[in-house]
């Protein structure tokens, strides 16, 4: 399969604890894109790289939220100091520059925090 | 800053009848439209998009959209549904003018096709 993967799946944690995602986009895509989607909502932005800068974030990203994509393939998601606010689905996109504007979903990694 | 209006929750046809998925948006620059679907334990797919052109858009698995800029709207149609179209619906914009990748998705709708 090429498409996008995402890991863990699942990951259940206790708040205060921190933990990290894993995202491996199309091997061919230099743009890279995170979203957290909630229950009962679409995604929602949190970040954008191109290769292996950080152009772009939200709001939504506090301080907790960390984001790296350190050779420009893979990407990784860290939340510290987890909150029950921070459950969620986090999904991962990737996109090439010949075609900008259609991004392809990852599976999305679920957190629940207790 | 651009946003994405879908006013239903959840949308039911019989298979064969024609489908409707509404979403209107909102943006001061020009529209990027896009629409993705979601299935259970999957990732979002892409359906598909309008950035400039026809108004009717056509897409994977015999959808189309029609961009209507008087109306703001961006509305998802099949002529004939199939039980298989049952999924979770998304539209999003994103401001063609303002470069960046702030892509805005609705709540979602929920299609349900029953046989």
């Known amino acids: 399969d090429t498409g996008v993967s995402q890991n863990p799946r699942h990951k259940i944690t206790k708040r205060g604890q921190n933990v990290t995602f894993r995202c491996d986009p199309i091997?061919?895509?230099?743009?890279l894109y995170w979203y957290r989607q909630t229950l009962g909502q679409g995604p929602e932005f949190l970040t954008y790289?191109?290769?292996?800068?950080?152009?772009?974030k939200s709001r939504l990203l506090s301080d907790r939220f960390s984001a790296e994509r350190p050779k420009g393939s893979f990407s990784t998601l860290e939340i510290q100091r987890t909150e029950q606010g921070d459950s969620a689905m986090y999904l991962c996109?990737?996109?090439?520059?010949?075609?900008?504007?259609?991004?392809?979903f990852g599976p999305g990694t679920r957190l629940t925090v207790l | 800053a651009q946003s994405v209006a879908q006013p239903e929750d959840q949308v039911n046809v019989a298979e064969g009848n024609p489908l409707t998925v509404k979403c209107t948006y909102s943006?001061?620059?020009?529209?990027?439209l896009f629409w993705y679907v979601q299935y259970p334990n999957r990732g979002l797919q892409f359906l598909l998009k309008?950035?400039?052109?026809?108004?009717l858009v056509k897409g994977s698995y015999g959808f189309e959209a029609e961009f209507n800029k008087s109306q703001t709207s961006f509305h998802l149609k099949k002529p004939s549904a199939l039980v298989s179209d049952s999924a979770l619906y998304f539209c999003?914009?994103?401001?063609?003018?303002?470069?960046?990748?702030?892509?805005?998705f609705g709540a979602g709708t929920r299609l349900t096709v029953k046989p």
């Open positions: 996109a990737s996109s090439s520059d010949r075609n900008t504007d259609t991004q392809y």
């Open positions: 091997s061919e895509h230099n743009r």
């Open positions: 790289f191109q290769n292996e800068a950080q152009l772009e």
């Open positions: 943006v001061s620059g020009n529209p990027y």
């Open positions: 309008y950035i400039t052109g026809d108004n």
């Open positions: 999003a914009v994103r401001d063609g003018v303002v470069d960046n990748n702030d892509m805005r």
